[in-house]
């Protein structure tokens, strides 16, 4: 057993191509956060910190489950002891049916297991975001090509409307960008100065390059810009300001299961997710051992595994380029509009971009064409043209005819009624 | 479907062109699954490159352009359709086929001998240059002295040189090279892997100059998808040398090729998403970015300051800036040192051939180690 470098106890794990013992690993990655608590400028306030968390027990929200405990554990731990000053955290989960009773549960685990009292905890049913029919427009795109109509589906559930689209890979993006969006309103209508994102270096790497693969390489510097705006109708101020980190960024998977493991935080997992950790997690390296099959991937999870096969070859040097590559991109100067679809900034013109590398015509010499060829190359489509980005021309080609997405303009009064009507629990009632 | 329906009830059993809808359906193209059949097959893939030409500006009329011929397939589509578009669409240029001799046994002997061929079929001058003529080495001499390892970085730079030299021997400016949509959208995504920000925002130029250089390069297959471009060759019945360079690509491009491909299979458009994706990369101001580099620096990061060679085989000259009319003190050619780039690396073949017993470490520089890492890297 090789010895830990820091301290010569013998060594429970190797990182980095290091050997830590347990104390000096749970430093060693606590010690990564300093920066961004640091530049929280927090000395003798309190500062309020809304930590999303998606759960909806797929396999997206195990990750993003296990990444908040940690961020979790991490900020309660500064909170409490370095820094003499504290937080005050608002955990906010994004659920998409009735699975409150496990997080409550989680909720009172984690006030036991800490004795710590300023943590609230607030759950969001995402059917809020697509409740108010009257906005909802029904999206279709053909021949890069986008119109919007309103729309005549009732959907049932939020599961009845994600389940309208059949290609994963886009029901994915579809899902990121209502996530963005939510946790964005929310923060807005509960005055949140600053929003932490529990994503590891993984995770972000993982975004980085699905967004270039996708077309979406603009979004970029969006998502990762520390000051973050949303445009507000009836607002005074017409925008509202919050700063977003991503204090993982720095830890790389394999920490974040290390980490779990020697602070046995998996007792804090709600019990159908402890299961989903067993089954995934290797005991030896922590990471997810399963074989992806390249027919019924995602996009995302490809290009994760891609980054998780580096990691697990010591070649986590490249996880951590192309997240400092990623955080030197910046938006283009010139003129931006936002996207109706994902709410991010983009030059426009993307489906005549798309009209110039691909021709849609017929070869019109040799053999006549037949009477039926000119009316069909384009056919007319229903609705009004709406001037999307390329990622979601791109994506949502194969939405599929009942893609339906509330095109409003910046958030108005009545969404903010329904979101907060759809807040199921509040600290209120604890 | 409802468009396979439609195109079913016309003639019976019969499935249409999706395009013309009265042709038999014959290729699913790659770009973006559509069926059509061959005739609309040329006429979109001739035409996605017309209009990438002139949307670009790429040529002028009565400009002399060298098609940079390996006997490939890319170029050797490249050669056929610019000589169609010439004279399709009245370009008025002077089309000349300019081979570059590596001096690779079996690989390089076969691929000269089908340009020497493609020279008559498509009735084009043909000019060859050979590395034993511009550097007194064949690139077989070179692996042998400086490993198999570093084959890549040595034909790239050599390569680039040679087509530029070549071009100039001909009193030619402009060098069009056959890199594909597949060839950017690599690129693209190793400068990210590599975090090359010297490179990031330019990684899908269409048209390249070494500062200093007269020699303008381009690339008409930007947009193309090299299973198109394998398609065209086929139908068209083209001959082309299939064989791949015997020196295969390290390894952790291969890598990242598997990926693309992978990626490409579940989603065809994502070669073209990438191009776009990468057409809109900007890095923030410089300012901000130097202070980050310090830092990177300081923790001994790697700073990418040796022989950066791009995918096309070009090389970057680093952003110490060139002074012009410098000229290489060995060679004469443009070079912004007093030595330029190919002769550096054949002086270091030479000093290396006499301590060729010792054991052979190549250079060992930031870049040259990181990208040795990246090499060993397989799974
Ligand atoms: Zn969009
Ligand atoms: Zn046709």
């Not at chain 1, 992806?292 to 994760?304: R, S």
């Not at chain 2, 008409?220 to 690509?249: G, M, N, R, W």
């Amino acid at each position: 057993m090789p010895t830990c470098q820091r301290c010569e106890e013998p060594a429970v794990l190797t990182s980095r191509k290091q050997p830590f013992c347990k104390d000096c690993f749970i430093k060693f990655i606590r010690g990564k956060q300093r920066k961004v608590v640091q530049s929280l400028n927090i000395k003798d306030k309190i500062v309020d910190v809304l930590v999303p968390i998606s759960f909806d027990l797929s396999n997206t929200s195990y990750v993003s489950f296990n990444n908040a405990i940690v961020l979790l554990d991490i900020l309660i731990n500064f909170s409490k002891s370095l820094y003499k000053s504290y937080f005050k955290i608002t955990m906010l989960f994004l659920v998409t049916a009735e699975s409150s009773a496990n997080i409550k549960s989680f909720y009172t685990t984690l006030k036991e297991r800490y004795q710590f009292t300023n943590i609230d905890i607030k759950i969001l049913d995402l059917m809020a975001f697509i409740r108010n029919n009257e906005s909802l427009y029904n999206i279709n795109v053909h021949n890069n090509r986008a119109t919007s109509f309103p729309s005549v589906h009732k959907f049932e559930s939020f599961e009845d409307y994600i389940s309208s689209i059949t290609n994963t890979s886009t029901r994915e993006d579809l899902l990121f960008n209502i996530h963005w969006t939510v946790i964005k309103i929310f923060a807005y209508l509960h005055n949140f100065p600053t929003v932490l994102y529990s994503n590891s270096m993984g995770n972000i790497a993982t975004k980085i390059l699905s967004n270039i693969v996708k077309g979406k390489g603009i979004e970029i510097s969006q998502i990762l810009e520390e000051s973050q705006t949303l445009e507000i109708a009836d607002d005074e101020k017409k925008q509202f300001s919050f700063q977003a980190f991503y204090p993982l960024k720095d830890v790389l998977n394999t920490e974040i299961f290390q980490y779990i493991k020697l602070l046995n935080l998996t007792d804090l997992l709600p019990s159908d997710l402890q299961r989903q950790y067993e089954i995934i997690n290797d005991e030896e390296t922590g990471s997810n051992n399963k074989i992806l099959n390249v027919k019924t991937a995602t996009l995302n999870q490809l290009i994760n595994e891609y980054f998780n096969d580096l990691e697990k070859n010591g070649y986590s040097t490249i996880v951590s380029t192309v997240v400092s590559t990623g955080s030197k991109l910046a938006i283009p100067k010139g003129e931006l509009k936002e996207c109706p679809l994902c709410g991010f900034k983009m030059p426009g013109g993307a489906s005549k971009w798309l009209d110039h590398i691909t021709v849609n015509s017929p070869c019109e010499d040799g053999e006549s064409p037949s009477p039926s060829s000119s009316e069909n190359h384009n056919p007319q489509l229903s609705g009004n043209p709406l001037d999307i980005c390329y990622g979601c021309l791109v994506s949502f080609d194969t939405a599929g005819e009942k893609f339906s997405w509330p095109i409003a303009e910046p958030v108005s009064m009545s969404e903010k009624e329904i979101l907060n009507e759809y807040i199921i629990s509040d600290d209120d009632d604890e | 479907m409802t468009n396979d329906e439609k195109t079913k009830t016309k003639k019976g059993n019969l499935k249409l062109c999706e395009l013309c809808k009265s042709r038999k359906q014959a290729i699913k193209r790659p770009k973006n699954l559509q069926k059509i059949c061959k005739e609309c097959f040329y006429h979109v893939f001739e035409t996605e490159i017309h209009q990438t030409i002139v949307s670009n500006n790429l040529f002028f009329p009565g400009e002399k352009v060298a098609i940079g011929a390996s006997g490939g397939k890319d170029s050797t589509v490249l050669a056929y359709v610019l000589k169609l578009l010439n004279e399709r669409y009245n370009y008025g240029l002077e089309l000349v086929l300019l081979s570059i001799d590596e001096g690779i046994v079996g690989y390089r002997d076969d691929s000269l001998a089908t340009v020497q061929r493609n020279k008559i079929q498509y009735n084009l001058p043909l000019e060859i240059v050979s590395y034993r003529d511009l550097y007194n080495w064949t690139m077989d001499e070179i692996v042998s002295c400086a490993g198999i390892r570093n084959s890549c970085t040595y034909c790239g730079v050599l390569r680039r040189q040679a087509l530029d030299r070549g071009a100039a021997k001909l009193g030619i400016n402009h060098v069009v090279t056959g890199h594909n949509a597949d060839d950017m959208a690599e690129t693209v995504l190793m400068n990210i892997l590599r975090g090359d920000l010297a490179r990031l925002e330019n990684s899908t130029t269409i048209c390249t100059k070494s500062s200093g250089s007269p020699i303008k390069r381009s690339k008409p297959f930007k947009y193309i998808y090299q299973k198109e471009i394998v398609l065209y060759a086929h139908y068209k019945k083209l001959d082309y040398f299939s064989t791949e360079c015997t020196y295969a690509p390290e390894a952790f491009r291969g890598t990242a090729r598997v990926l693309m491909k992978n990626l490409e299979k579940i989603r065809s458009s994502c070669i073209t998403d990438i191009i776009y994706s990468g057409e809109n990369l900007v890095l923030k101001e410089k300012k901000k970015r130097q202070q980050f580099k310090k830092k990177q620096n300081a923790n001994g990061s790697k700073e990418p300051t040796e022989v950066e060679i791009r995918n096309d085989g070009s090389i970057s000259l680093g952003k110490h800036g060139f002074k012009d009319g410098n000229r290489c003190t060995r060679c004469g050619y443009l070079s912004s040192n007093t030595i330029c780039k190919a002769c550096m690396l054949l002086e270091g073949l030479e000093k290396s051939k006499a301590k060729i017993m010792l054991e052979n470490d190549g250079v060992t520089d930031g870049a040259a180690k990181l990208t040795r890492t990246l090499e060993s890297l397989t799974f």
